[in-house]
C-alpha cells in the first residue's frame, strides 16, 4: 500500500459548487498533515496544515479522521482560479510525502 | 522576498548526456531538499540536506544521480548518462528550520527531457 492515496480525479465542477477530495495514508504515526495546491507547470504551494482534527481558512475546510486514517479538504463556493491540483502530504522524517494529487477543474 | 529559484528552468539532453541542475534557496535557510516529480504524479523525494551535509540519499533512484551543497547554500544535482526514465521535473525546496512547524518552501523546478 502506498503511504499516500488519493483520487485522481480529475473532478469537474461548476462555479459556486461544494467539492471534497480525500485521502488516506497508512502510518499511523503521523502526526501533521498538509495539503499543497499546485497549478499547471508550477511549484506546489502550501495551501494548509492540519495539526489536530482539522482547521479552516476562509472557503476551505481540512479535516482529519485519525481512526480512520484518512484526511479530507472541502472547498466551497468553488471558484474558476480554484482549478488546480490539490496534494496530500504527509511530513515523513525530514522529508514530505506526497501523494499523486487530485485535479480539480472549476467551469463557469 | 525572493523565493527558491533554479536553474535552468527547462533542459533538454541527448540520452548519455550528463546534466547539472542548479537551485538557490531562500537566503538563511538550513535545509534543502531535491524532489522528482513525473508527469501525473506527486514529488518524490530524493535527497536532503542539513548545511553542507547530506543527511539523506536515500530517494536517489541510481548511482548516476549526485547531489551537492559544498558551502552550504547553493546546491547542484548532477545526472550521468541521462536515460528516457529520468524526465521528469525536478523540484528544490528550503526550509528555514526555525520552528519545528516550518514548512517547505518549493522551487520552480527544472524540466527535463532526456530524448
Known amino acids: 500500500r502506498k503511504e499516500v492515496e488519493q483520487d485522481p480525479g480529475p473532478f469537474n465542477v461548476p462555479e459556486g459548487a461544494t467539492v471534497a477530495f480525500n485521502c488516506t495514508y497508512s502510518?499511523?504515526?503521523?502526526?501533521?498533515f498538509f495539503w499543497y495546491r499546485q497549478d499547471c507547470r508550477k511549484e506546489p504551494k502550501l495551501l494548509m496544515s492540519v495539526y489536530s482534527s482539522g482547521n479552516e481558512d476562509g472557503r476551505f475546510t481540512a479535516q482529519l479522521n485519525r481512526a480512520s486514517q484518512y484526511i479530507s479538504l472541502l472547498i466551497r463556493d468553488s471558484k474558476l482560479s480554484d482549478s488546480a491540483t490539490y496534494l496530500c502530504v504527509i511530513p515523513g522524517f525530514q522529508k514530505l510525502v506526497f501523494g499523486t494529487g487530485t485535479r480539480l477543474l472549476v467551469s463557469p | 522576498g525572493a523565493g527558491v529559484s533554479q536553474s535552468p528552468r527547462y533542459k533538454v539532453a541527448k540520452r548519455g548526456q550528463d546534466v547539472a541542475l542548479r537551485c538557490d534557496p531562500i537566503?538563511?535557510?538550513?535545509?534543502l531538499f531535491w524532489y522528482q516529480q513525473a508527469l501525473g504524479q506527486g514529488p518524490e523525494f530524493l535527497t536532503y540536506?542539513?548545511?553542507?551535509?547530506?543527511?539523506?540519499k536515500s530517494g536517489l533512484p541510481s548511482d548516476r544521480f549526485f547531489a551537492e551543497r559544498p558551502e552550504g547554500s547553493v546546491s547542484t544535482l548532477k545526472i550521468q548518462r541521462t536515460q528516457q526514465e529520468d524526465s521528469a521535473v525536478y523540484l528544490c525546496?528550503?526550509?528555514?528550520?526555525?520552528?519545528?512547524?516550518?514548512?517547505?518552501?518549493f522551487g520552480p523546478g527544472t524540466r527535463l527531457t532526456v530524448l
Open positions: 540536506f542539513q548545511n553542507e551535509a547530506q543527511l539523506d
Open positions: 525546496a528550503s526550509r528555514p528550520d526555525r520552528f519545528s512547524t516550518d514548512t517547505q518552501y
Open positions: 537566503s538563511g535557510h538550513v535545509s
Open positions: 502510518n499511523s504515526a503521523s502526526q501533521s
